[in-house]
Structures are given as structure tokens and as C-alpha cells.
């Protein structure tokens, strides 16, 4: 009766918001023989949700990702070349698709794939050491842009019982990425002249993979102390049974 009045006075739609609260995610059903399927439009209907903010969740336009600093090291000795980017701003990533669930519900485990079209990294750099033979110690600017992004993320939960509402705890999550297409250079180097800049150009786009997979061990790191703060957000405030009801 009470529910009835409020949304006549309020409208449908925040009815609709008043009576499920955990209206950005899809309901799915340990039983259903397509649970995965389900759990693949669930993940998208939060991504599209997440797009617009979940101030529920306390999730703001997500809009450019922002990294402090990863850091990539190439050879040793004291003129080996170590480079740290800084203030990292990457955008795109709200354009995600997830593309496949797998998951174990008996164990909690969960697999995501997803896809990004593209994305563009701007940060700032600093260097020293020798590269290409050419002493590279300065600063400057990084771009990058990166097409085809693919990823796996690997979930681990625990059921816990909180107030006699059982919710989902992260245990352990990894991640791998790879990236079709790398284009990325250095602009505005200290100290640098011209013929500096392009030749550090021209050695960053021909070992653009070598690069990256350099960069790796650190970005990764970086994204899955991001992604793990972001499940065990999701998992705090979203009782285990909004997401998936494990029908008797
Ligand atoms: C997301 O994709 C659309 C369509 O391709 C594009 O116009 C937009 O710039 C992308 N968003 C970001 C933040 O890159």
C-alpha cells in the first residue's frame, strides 16, 4: 500500500528504482542451463549502467581510467634504459563489450573475455639510460593509441554471511590482455633535438609489442589492483542473491 502511493507520487521510474535496488544488474538462476548467457547480459547491463554512474555504488562517469605510474626497464648495467610514466590518462575503455562468461557457481569462480575497440593513452615520461645507442635521458610526452584490446579476467569469490543476507567476498582475481595494433611515440623531449625525437619515434613504433610486453608485468599490476577494488566494491554492496539466486 505504502509502495503503491510513493511511486503515484514519485513517477514510475523511480518506482521502478525504489523496488529493486539493484536495478543495474540482471537477476540470473544457478539452475538456468544458459546461466552463463545470462551472466554475460548481466555484466553488460552494469558496463551500460556504469556508463551513465551507479552513485548507489559510489561509481562517477568512468571516463578517462587514470593510472599514477608504471614503470619499464630494457637491459641492465648503469646505461641500461629505464623509462616511468606518469599520470597516466587512458580513454575508451567504457566502450567495452564483454564477449563470454564462464563460470563455476558451485566454487564462485568466474571467467570474463572482453573486447575494447580502442583506446588513448596520454602521460607524461621520464628516462635515463641509453637507447639505440643515442643517450635518451630526459622527459617528455607519451602518446599511444591502441587498437583491439582483448581481456581475461579470472574471479574467485567466497560466500559470507552478513546480517543473514549471504554476499560474495573477492579471493582472488588475475588478469592477461593483448592489443592487435600499437601506435605510440614521444613528443615534446627535454633537451631533445629533432633527429633525437624521431629516431626514439622510429624505435618505439618498430618494437611497439617488444615494448609493451615490457610494460606488461607493471600495467598489470596497476589494472588488477584497480579491477580487485572495483569486485570487492560490487561484492560489498550487492547481496550474493540480487545477482544470482540459487533456487532450492
Ligand atoms: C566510444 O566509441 C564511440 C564509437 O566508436 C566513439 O565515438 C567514442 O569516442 C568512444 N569513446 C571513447 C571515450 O573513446
Not at 593509441?145 to 582475481?173: F, M, N, W
Not at 611497439?208 to 615490457?214: F, T
Not at 599490476?221 to 550487492?238: A, D, P, R, W
Given at each position: ?112 573475455t572482453l573486447y ?32 583491439g584490446i582483448r581481456a581475461k ?24 590482455f593483448s ?70
Amino acid at each position: 500500500m505504502n509502495i503503491l502511493f510513493i511511486c503515484v507520487i514519485l513517477g514510475v521510474a523511480s518506482c521502478i528504482v525504489a523496488q529493486n535496488p539493484y536495478y543495474y544488474l540482471k537477476q540470473c538462476h544457478k539452475s538456468d542451463p544458459q546461466v552463463n548467457l545470462c551472466l554475460l547480459k548481466s555484466a553488460n547491463t552494469l558496463v551500460a549502467y556504469m556508463n551513465r554512474g551507479i552513485p548507489e555504488l559510489r561509481l562517477s562517469e568512468p571516463e578517462p581510467l587514470i593510472i599514477d605510474e608504471i614503470g619499464i626497464a630494457l637491459g641492465n648495467g648503469p646505461n641500461g634504459y629505464r623509462a616511468t610514466f606518469r599520470d597516466i590518462h587512458a580513454y575508451g575503455v567504457s566502450n567495452m563489450t564483454i564477449t563470454a562468461v564462464r563460470s563455476d557457481l558451485d566454487t564462485h569462480q568466474f571467467q570474463f573475455t572482453l573486447y575494447i575497440p580502442h583506446i588513448s593513452a596520454r602521460a607524461k615520461y621520464v628516462s635515463t639510460g641509453v637507447l639505440i645507442l643515442v643517450q635518451a635521458t630526459g622527459g617528455g610526452d607519451y602518446w599511444g593509441e591502441y587498437d583491439g584490446i582483448r581481456a581475461k579476467v579470472y574471479v574467485k569469490a567466497k560466500p559470507i554471511v552478513k546480517q543473514g543476507r549471504t554476499y560474495l567476498t573477492l579471493q582472488q582475481l588475475k588478469m592477461d590482455f593483448s592489443i592487435k595494433d600499437i601506435k605510440m611515440g614521444v613528443d615534446n623531449v627535454h633537451n631533445g633535438n629533432a633527429v633525437l625525437q624521431a629516431a626514439l619515434n622510429l624505435f618505439i613504433n618498430t618494437n611497439a609489442q617488444d615494448l609493451l610486453k615490457e610494460m606488461k608485468p607493471d600495467l598489470k599490476k596497476k589494472l588488477m589492483s584497480i579491477l580487485s577494488s572495483f569486485m570487492q566494491n560490487m561484492f560489498t554492496n550487492v547481496p550474493y542473491d540480487a545477482w544470482i539466486v540459487e533456487d532450492v
